[in-house]
């Protein structure tokens, strides 16, 4: 049974830095892409990030230059540096795995629980 989650989340000040770690758990895994999502209290779940397997990451316009997503593909993880911090990026983060268990497969959706990420002073 495939199974994916994060941890890593807190609270920080403004301008502060955070990482977040997803790890995806289970047998034969496939990552086709990682993802990260986040949803701000009261809004829409929005898109963060999309990583695929050559590494390219693709990176939403508000975190563009802050944020940097690495991974360790041995480990099936995935890892979010946040920095320089704003009020406006505290939500729950979410860690989306586009995983198969077989080569050939194309995948299905693996969301984790989320994290919560809170940034005030």
């Known amino acids: 049974q495939v199974r994916v989650v994060e941890s890593g989340g807190g609270d920080v000040q403004p301008g502060g830095s955070l990482r977040l770690s997803c790890v995806a758990s289970?047998?034969?895994?496939?990552?086709?892409?990682w993802n990260w999502y986040r949803q701000p209290p009261g809004k829409e779940r929005e898109w963060v990030t999309t990583?695929?397997?050559?590494?390219?990451?693709n990176y939403a316009d508000a975190v563009e230059s802050r944020f940097t997503v690495s991974t360790n593909n041995s480990a099936n993880t995935m890892y979010l540096q946040m920095t320089n911090l704003v009020p406006e990026d505290t939500a729950v983060y979410y860690c989306l795995g586009l995983i198969a268990t077989t080569s050939w497969g194309q995948g299905l959706n693996f969301w984790g629980k989320g994290t919560q990420v809170t940034v005030s002073s």
């Open positions: 990583t695929f397997p050559d590494g390219r990451t």
């Open positions: 289970g047998s034969n895994l496939n990552i086709r892409t």
